[in-house]
């Protein structure tokens, strides 16, 4: 049974699940789906074309599914897809997608701080903790779990690696690699994220080869040159992989 205010309003085509609760002043659109056990507190805004799963929380102010801040959106149909067991604090907004992708989506157990923007057509991970106030732009890509702090600014068809962690305050036009800190000013390779791996059960033999194949790429003008040698003088394992496979197919170049 929801728990729905009777402050609240609640579009009668919306679709609601299980043992939800709908604080006041709540407004929930048609073409939505709610799932099971979610949570919005007070003024919480779900707009047209909102997929949300279960167990999540929306804290006052949050506006999920908001209409595209791009000029090129036209009115197409188009969703945002939010997962299961997400946290989603005061003020932040979530635009849904355009006809270049048709959908953003926010994947399961992430923390999204007061205040941050995921734009249209953004693909956000799993198990991601992204600071206060920080901003992605459209079509952002963020691999699980990474860590970005507060106030950090992300330019449009960025690719996020998994794992990385990205100092507050930082901006970036460029891809930034999985397992790496990156900061200063400007944004650059600081080192591979040894504390987060760690805490994440890598072994100490893995996060040498990570730290190896990045000595490797970072120590070569041309990329390439860094993933042939990669390839040829280290092992062959999924997070060498996954780097080298980042790397390559990165559109923007990845932050030196």
Known sequence: MNTISPMAF??????LGDNNVIGPFCYIDRNTVI??????YNGVTIHYGAR???GNEFFP???ISTKPQDLKFKGEDSLCEIGNSNSIRENVTISRGTASKGTTIVGNNCLLMENMHV????????????????????EVVVDNNAIISATVLIHQFCHIGGYVMI???????????????AGKEPIRYAGINLI??????FSNETIDLIHNTYRILYSKGLMAEGIEEVRRTLPETPEINYI????KNSKRGIIR
Do not use: M, W
């Open 10 to 15: 609640v579009h009668p085509e919306a679709q």
């Open 35 to 40: 799932g099971d056990n979610n949570h919005l």
């Open 52 to 54: 949300i799963g279960n």
């Open 61 to 63: 102010g949050a506006s």
């Open 119 to 138: 734009a249209h057509d953004c693909v956000l991970g799993n198990n991601l903790i992204i600071g206060n106030s920080t901003k992605f732009a459209g």
């Open 167 to 181: 100092q507050g305050g930082s901006r970036t036009s460029q891809d930034i690699p999985p397992y790496v800190i």
């Open 196 to 201: 987060g791996l760690r805490r994440r059960g």
């Open 244 to 247: 080298l496979d980042f790397v």
